[in-house]
């Protein structure tokens, strides 16, 4: 494995432009280079640093001004795709760019760079040598797939990509705002006055900016039964699930066997309301939540509280129906992330999908 000491401030040695680097090996070099799996470089304090073919790194820019603090998002991303050296002391990276909405708007007119977030970043077909010198840290660019119910969690100080771009072909995929509002509008992950309400149901999957849900899609029912439209919306139904049709006619499950059943453990003839209360709060809380995204909930960061809030209602259904809740269910439900609190503002009103009509 090649080392090679970090010259983060020696800016002739970062690279010109995502355009390349001057000092960049030809092809016929390149092709003559000894390859390597990964390299060591050290920072100011001496501490040591790897990097591996395959993963993402943050670049030093362009014009980065010596010794100045740089906030992580304003770094290149880039994947390794290759390491290569020169002699004992040059190494090399072929990498593959991460570019960021506003260099993707400067080559594509059309494309709005404002609803990309800071840390958001577009795969491109785009390659180019890098010396290993430009190298600052490893970062994980996390996968942001905006129709997909079972989407992890990415904060709002991670990378995240949604979109890949073709450069030669100005092609970027999927084309923002598909998969999104009747507006068509793409979601912008920074904007802290947006929310977006998320479907869960198999055929909708879509999430509407709420300032297009206030005009027309109201919940007409009343706030009463809110919580249990909520918690009625299933990511695998097209259907409003009917709760009571769930309970299960058979004595639950005990975790200590060899107990006698006690007859209040009999759901038969419980309540759903009974049932419920007898699961916990916290549990039932989050199922019962509106699936939101955007800058204005802030805990739920980019990704929104899809991922907790449709576990929770998930293990909901399979108690109602008799299978015990783990133990360990906060292990998938973040409680803190999944509540929807927006400072400042009035409760959520009760929308309705306007592509089926159920509660989000
Ligand atoms: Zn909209
Ligand atoms: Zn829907």
């Given at each position: ?263 209040s453990l009999d759901p038969i003839g419980v309540s759903l309301e009974d049932l419920l209360k007898g699961m916990p709060s916290g549990l039932v809380l989050v199922a019962q939540q ?71």
């Amino acid at each position: 494995m090649p080392r090679r000491r970090r010259g983060r401030f020696t800016p002739k040695k970062t690279t010109k432009s995502h355009g390349g680097d001057p000092a960049s090996p030809t092809e016929a070099e390149w092709r003559s280079m000894t390859e390597f799996g990964s390299f060591v470089v050290r920072d100011e304090e001496d501490v040591e640093h790897i990097f591996r073919k395959g993963d993402d790194a943050t670049v030093l820019p362009y014009k980065a001004i010596v010794g100045e603090e740089l906030p992580l998002h304003k770094y290149w991303v880039a994947r390794i795709k290759e390491i290569r050296a020169k002699g004992e002391d040059e190494v090399w990276a072929r990498v593959q760019w991460h570019w960021s909405g506003h260099e993707v708007a400067g080559t594509i007119k059309s494309f709005h760079g404002a609803s990309c977030g800071n840390y958001e970043r577009i795969y491109s077909d785009h390659f180019d040598y890098v010396s290993s010198s430009a190298f600052d840290a490893v970062v994980h660019v996390h996968k942001f797939f905006e129709t997909n119910p079972n989407q992890p969690y990415i904060g709002k100080d991670e990378f995240y990509t949604r979109y890949t771009f073709e450069y030669k072909a100005r092609i970027i995929n999927p084309r923002p705002g598909s998969g999104t509002c009747v507006c068509e509008e793409p979601y912008s992950p920074d904007d802290t006055m947006g929310l977006m309400h998320f479907c869960p149901r198999p055929s909708c999957r879509h999430a509407y900016h709420q300032k297009c849900l206030l005009a027309e899609f109201k919940d007409p029912e009343s706030s009463m039964t809110r919580s249990l439209r909520l918690l009625a919306s299933s990511p695998d139904s097209d259907e409003t699930i009917v709760l009571e049709d769930l309970i299960s006619s058979e004595p639950p499950k005990k975790k200590r066997r060899g107990r006698p059943a006690k007859k209040s453990l009999d759901p038969i003839g419980v309540s759903l309301e009974d049932l419920l209360k007898g699961m916990p709060s916290g549990l039932v809380l989050v199922a019962q939540q509106p699936i939101v995204r955007g800058a204005a909930f802030s805990a739920g960061g980019v990704s929104g509280n899809v991922q907790a809030v449709l576990h929770a209602r998930n293990m909901v259904y399979a108690a109602l129906s008799g299978t015990p809740i783990p133990d360990d269910w906060e292990d998938n439900v973040d409680i803190d992330r999944a509540i929807v609190r927006v400072p400042g503002r009035k409760p959520i009103p009760a929308f309705v999908c306007p592509k089926c009509g159920g509660a989000i």
